[in-house]
């Protein structure tokens, strides 16, 4: 079964980038730039990843940006993502980053994104693999912080599919962002949202009408709200659901207790994916083998979920027809 997963064709639709920094490359990053790091050694980097909650990893995971100065280092970080996905078979990728991380420590906009595109563009031609990339404002900065990113970011729009929300949940509702997504939309560019991770289900409502997402990042909590549910049933909007963050987030106690399985069976569009795999233990396929290990996922749902994972995407409708 794993290598039946590994093997198995699959798109990633919900990974920070910054989130796939292995302390490895971090310790090697903070050498080559001489960055002070609260942190001796690789192991122990990676003992200080113990979380709470979803703000507990956010203190460390911005912190762990701090070694990200040049494009190379963008690149580097990029391109060690897009090996992983092509060992694991992930095909497509549609990858988040975090402008203001970088550009509130003086970072210019065009170095990060000329850098993440740059290795982009390699998987491109060195071995097919699609992707995009999704600009995303951190919900808990301020709304006018998040239009002027937005506007930094305009001179590189062909190089962006949409913008989303990310960062701390709870008190910061994506109503607060609707003039800027508004702007985004106007500009031609797709939304999507975190909602409904530590949030109330009322988060995902206000994404779908305010944001008008295409689809929900997480989306775990809707659960709480039947009509809610019916809804993403109804009009088949996506969660892009990561099993392996909510355990180590303690969205969930544990992963036998996850309800993706749940939801897909009664017909909501979910997908699998890593968010933060450098954090969480696991790239994309420790996602699924989790759900086959922890909750009996059998062959069949791990192809619907690599299925909506495809159907979830932002690819043209004629490219989505070649991967069915
Ligand atoms: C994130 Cl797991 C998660 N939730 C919200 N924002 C994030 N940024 C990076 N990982
Ligand atoms: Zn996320």
Request: hydrophobic share 40%; with cysteine.
């Amino acid at each position: 079964m794993h290598s039946f997963i590994n093997n198995l064709p699959k798109a990633e639709l919900h990974i920070h980038i910054e989130g796939s920094l292995e302390p490895e490359l971090m310790f090697q990053l903070a050498q080559r730039n001489q960055i002070e790091l609260p942190f001796n050694s690789v192991e122990e980097i990676r003992s200080a990843y113990n979380f709470s909650n979803l703000q507990t990893f956010l203190d460390i995971y911005y912190q762990g940006a701090n070694v990200l100065q040049h494009e190379q280092d963008f690149y580097d970080m990029t391109m060690a993502y897009l090996l992983r996905c092509k060992e694991e078979s992930v095909i497509h990728s549609e990858l988040f980053f975090d402008p203001q991380t970088h550009t509130d420590r003086g970072i210019e906009i065009g170095t990060v994104i000329s850098g993440i595109d740059r290795a982009l563009q390699d998987a491109k031609t060195q071995w097919g693999m699609s992707s995009g990339l999704i600009l995303c404002f951190l919900r808990h900065l301020s709304a006018d912080a998040a239009m002027d990113t937005l506007e930094q970011a305009l001179p590189y729009k062909d190089k962006l599919i949409g913008v989303g929300l990310d960062s701390s949940e709870l008190g910061h509702p994506p109503e607060k962002f609707t003039a800027v997504f508004e702007r985004a939309l106007a500009e031609g560019l797709l939304t999507v949202a975190h909602a409904g991770e530590e949030g109330p289900a009322d988060y995902i409502w206000q994404a779908l009408d305010l944001l008008k997402v295409s689809r929900i990042d997480h989306g775990v909590r809707c659960i709480e709200d039947e009509t809610l549910v019916q809804r993403l049933i109804d009009e088949q909007i996506p969660l892009t659901v990561c099993p392996q963050s909510n355990l180590k987030l303690c969205v969930v106690d544990a992963m036998s207790q996850h309800n993706i399985l749940q939801l897909m069976d009664r017909g909501v569009l979910v997908t699998t994916n890593s968010d933060d795999p450098a954090y969480f233990g696991g790239y994309l396929n420790k996602n699924y083998t989790a759900l086959v290990d922890s909750l009996d996922m059998t062959s069949e749902q791990a192809v619907q979920l690599a299925r909506n994972s495809f159907a979830a995407s932002f690819v043209s409708d004629d490219i989505k027809a070649d991967f069915n």
